[in-house]
Nanobody, 126 residues
Framework: QVQLVESGGGSVQVGDSLRVSCAASGRSFSTNAMGWFRQAPGKEREFVAAAGWSGETTYYADFAKGRFTISRERAKNAVVLQMNNLKPEDTAVYYC???????????????????WGQGTQVTVSS
């Protein structure tokens, strides 16, 4: 059984940093893209960032560029999202996801993400 488990969420103040991690088990994602999505209350889930199989290719939503950094820890079958200069609008549940086949050499559409974590809450207060 494939499991993705997020950790590192929490409550912070505006301008703070937070690092969320996702550890996968039951399947290797060494040749697959992994990414982060988020869902705020009353809103649809949206793409945050993704990294290709090697970690060298990365993709970011416009709101994440310059503030968030995604990285792969391939030896640990994990992906990390470093979030800096957090804003109240970053408040959401953050989900880790892994693709079934898409390597991440090109941008992977949402439907390519077959495996999802349960999410971790990030709350940014002003």
């Amino acid at each position: 059984q494939v499991q993705l488990v997020e950790s590192g969420g929490g409550s912070v103040q505006v301008g703070d940093s937070l690092r969320v991690s996702c550890a996968a088990s039951g399947r290797s994602f060494s040749t697959n893209a992994m990414g982060w999505f988020r869902q705020a209350p009353g809103k649809e889930r949206e793409f945050v960032a993704a990294a290709g199989w090697s970690g060298e290719t990365t993709y970011y939503a416009d709101f994440a560029k310059g503030r968030f950094t995604i990285s792969r820890e391939r030896a640990k079958n994990a992906v990390v999202l470093q979030m800096n200069n957090l804003k109240p609008e970053d408040t959401a549940v953050y989900y880790c996801a892994g693709t079934g086949e898409c390597s991440g050499s090109y941008y992977c559409p949402v439907y390519e993400y077959k495996y999802w974590g349960q999410g971790t809450q990030v709350t940014v207060s002003s």
